[in-house]
């Protein structure tokens, strides 16, 4: 439930989610409405059920001339499985509609289902519903995910508190690097001594990450289960996007500390060679479907030991503050605001 | 879920069925997946979860020329609510995902949201996530509804038997009559000597019930409830494609008596004055979200008495036979195949 604000069409885009609070209201068994990466339920004494849904559109989300359709339908599912797995959740069911247009052709929806049950079968998720429609334009996708976790206990995106640290999982930016590497024309692609430096495998590795994102969900169930992390998000917006989310629900500000995000070489090579600082990347780069999450400094020993030993990558990037400190991001003893860019996607 | 199948862009279109057919699974908790209104999920002991999930596709579903943005976000919330009431659940939570093109406008979206709000409150249905895009052509909805019933039990598509009575709710065809009424110019419309005998009342009538549908949801709870209904779907499609797929997924025929099937005064008027039988609108007409159930014999009485009381009007319009029948309609004692044409949505 990404609030993607891609290409906003209406200046004053935040009136979807004024509309929203105007209308949200307590109902039974809901434990949290409208604001988090899913809607949660408690369903029985000892479950809650988590529902995400996510809106993807050509032209918006996916181009179909960059990207295959098998990878349309497994990034659609991946976006979803991310909040999931950033509510610490496990993923069970999975409803899709899709409305289709007369140039979408029998073999596509053929790819397009393969790539989406490709990412269901990773995470035993089971296709439970759907609708489908013509088009009279582009080709859109919904998808709606039910998630469940129990013990009465999730990773929300409130929680965090001053003094907690802040963890990213796996790298950053890549998503973006091998998007820009999709869609930029072959004759602007890194050349003669800089190929050298941006081998076929980073460019492979990229191009990778962006087409088959990896959603955390092992991560996000072992935060939860152990009670590890104070308030979590995935990344699909971008660093500094989503981490305002976080903050905004936490009601609390944020230092990062930028030489500590993770970059992967292929990522950082990339940056080199098409003259941009890797942490531009970083910072606006969306659909990384990594875990962004803030623990407190006594559990920090524990999420780095068992975090080593599980072979998952976490990382500090900084601290939370008090929500007067704002967003700050340090680099080289200078702090300054973050800019409040968030990913715009293909367009 | 209504499989909307207007408009095929693809030849093969029941292609989705079969990759849906073929990638479906048994999965825990799971107790009708795909190929009923809604999934059926067991979340304890004693209750169900129903989930159904609809879109809706600027140009196919809906022409903001000729219907407010009111209309759609209300008809766009009943189309759900109306696959749950035919499950003989409670409808209670809503997410709903927008895709937003740039000549779509704030108050629109705006009206939108009234629509589709107030369906809900009539229904006391909780608005608790969704996900809001830019579109880079038309407006396109996608509505996820969660509805519970409690005992174990549901109306489902399967459960007719040879034997069994055919009911519908309400009068038929009204919705594609009010439809043609918004969208046929002024100047074709009823004049002279026939706009007499068609009021300025009939043509509000039909334009409401097109424009603001009722779902059955305390008809379709009554049923379930009491154990009255064997099998039950609701009227998207219209009655000829509908009563096919009820009889496709109980295995067995039909007989249905033209004569009973109930027209209301206002949609007669219209047929009349355009020269068409009001029979083809009712067979023919999607949208009506009417219930058509199926009942034991035993049953029948207690069904007409207890609607009588409850103030539902309940018709019967044929019996159940067995699959070899075939779906048949009689009328003045000849007997003809139902021709298998379903609902074209606008377009």
Known sequence: MARRQANPPIQEFALIRSLEDRYARHAPGLVQGIGDDAAVIETSAKTWWHLTTDLLAEGIHFDLKSVTPESVGYRAAMANLSDIAAMGAVPRYLLISLAIPR?????????????????????????????????????????????????????????????????????????????????????????????IEFSRSHQRFLVRRHSHPTARVAEGRWLNERRLASAAIDLSDGLSGDLRHLCEESRVGAEVELDRIPISRACRAYARTIGVSPIRLALTGGEDYELLFTASPHDCDTI??????????????????PQRFGI?????GRTQPMPATSYEHFR
């Open 103 to 195: 140039t979408v052709k029998r073999p596509h929806i053929d790819e397009l289902y393969a790539g989406l049950m490709k990412a269901c079968r990773f995470y035993d998720v089971a296709l439970i519903g759907g609708d489908t429609s013509a088009s009279k334009t582009g080709l859109f996708l919904s998808i709606t995910l039910v998630g469940t976790t129990s013990g009465r206990r999730a990773l929300f995106r409130h929680g965090a508190k001053a003094g907690d640290h802040i963890y990213v999982s796996g790298t950053l930016g890549d998503s973006l690097a091998g998007l820009k590497l999709l869609t930029t024309s072959t004759t602007s692609q890194p050349s003669g001594k800089r190929k």
């Open 304 to 321: 780095d030991r068992q975090a080593g030993t599980r072979g998952y990558r976490m990382t500090r990037i900084g601290t939370i503050r």
């Open 328 to 332: 700050q991001m340090t680099s080289d």
